[in-house]
């Protein structure tokens, strides 16, 4: 999911969500990019409060 250049970049994005996050297609359709969110170095998905931290492979594919 992560480094398929073939696979459409919603997809991925969508894809990684579920896997980390074990999250709903229902909740990950509903997200904006207001829901992604920058503290300094650290990125977070707001899911539900708190927001949850992004990895780093992964925050690269939703900045993308």
Known sequence: MLTDADTP????VAGVIV??????????VRLT???VLQDGETM???????ASPIPSP???????
């Open 19 to 28: 896997l980390l996050y074990a999250q709903p297609l229902t909740q990950i």
């Open 9 to 12: 970049m919603r997809l991925r």
């Open 44 to 50: 977070l998905l707001r899911l539900g409060e708190p």
């Open 33 to 35: 990019v207001d829901d």
């Open 58 to 64: 992964v925050a690269s594919v939703l900045l993308a």
